[in-house]
T-cell receptor
Framework: NAGVMQNPRHLVRRRGQEARLRCSPM?????VYWYRQLPEEGLKFMVY????????ESGMPKERFSAEFPKEGPSILRIQQVVRGDSAAYFC??????????????FGSGTRLTVV | TQLLEQSPQFLSIQEGENLTVYCNSS?????LQWYRQEPGEGPVLLVT?????EVKKLKRLTFQFGDARKDSSLHITAAQPGDTGLYLC??????????FGTGTRLTIIP
């Protein structure tokens, strides 16, 4: 039973390019969360999605960032026109019943984005 | 905005010693979770506590949820090098997303 799969593990983009980060949740999990982590810091919430729905995007910057979780296929976090400040580790997590369940989140290994 | 403050931010101790790290908030949570994260990897769930005053043990790790469900502690007995990592607490309320704490980076010196 595969865990949460994120790809790519490492992504290098030049300023102004687009970054696409993919996340396939655990089988049977319908809730997906994206978090960003800067070095030596905790996890900052970005967006919470269910299939074809954005439930909470309060942590997402208003511009350049978007996320989707289509009916078929992985969840995508898209960053347009990347800037150096976007460099971070981006983690995806999934859960079967949402955050209030005692199951917790299962995290992927993250995508480390470096903007040069 | 719900904030979770963890202390200490950094902790370095000798193998075999005991330690406690703390997670504090001004908000009430319906559940609180502890994760450990190793370099280059995502966080891994250690435990979930849901009842005020609840105590859970996981081998040498003891987790406690405060009576008012606003704080938690993690106590490690006889620390080992394998305990090294970033410890994160996270609070949940209803169906809202988990809010993560600032983290405690623990180093156990052999």
């Amino acid at each position: 039973n595969a865990g949460v799969m994120q790809n790519p593990r490492h992504l290098v983009r030049r300023r102004g390019q687009e970054a696409r980060l993919r996340c396939s949740p655990m089988k049977g999990h319908s809730h997906v969360y994206w978090y960003r982590q800067l070095p030596e810091e905790g996890l900052k919430f970005m967006v919470y999605l269910q299939k074809e729905n954005i439930i909470d995007e309060s942590g997402m910057p208003k511009e350049r960032f978007s996320a989707e979780f289509p009916k078929e296929g992985p969840s995508i976090l898209r960053i347009q026109q990347v800037v150096r400040g976007d460099s971070a580790a981006y983690f995806c997590a999934s859960s079967p019943l949402g955050s209030d369940a005692p199951y917790g989140y299962t995290f992927g290994s993250g995508t480390r984005l470096t903007v040069v | 905005t719900q904030l979770l403050e963890q202390s200490p931010q950094f902790l370095s101790i000798q193998e075999g010693e005991n330690l406690t790290v703390y997670c504090n908030s001004s908000s009430v949570f319906s559940s609180l979770q502890w994760y450990r994260q190793e370099p280059g990897e995502g966080p891994v769930l250690l435990v979930t506590v849901v009842t005020g005053g609840e105590v859970k043990k996981l081998k040498r790790l003891t987790f406690q949820f405060g009576d008012a469900r606003k704080d938690s502690s993690l106590h490690i007995t006889a620390a080992q090098p394998g305990d090294t990592g970033l410890y994160l607490c996270a609070g949940g309320f209803g169906n809202e997303k988990l809010t993560f704490g600032t983290g405690t980076r623990l180093t156990i010196i052999p």
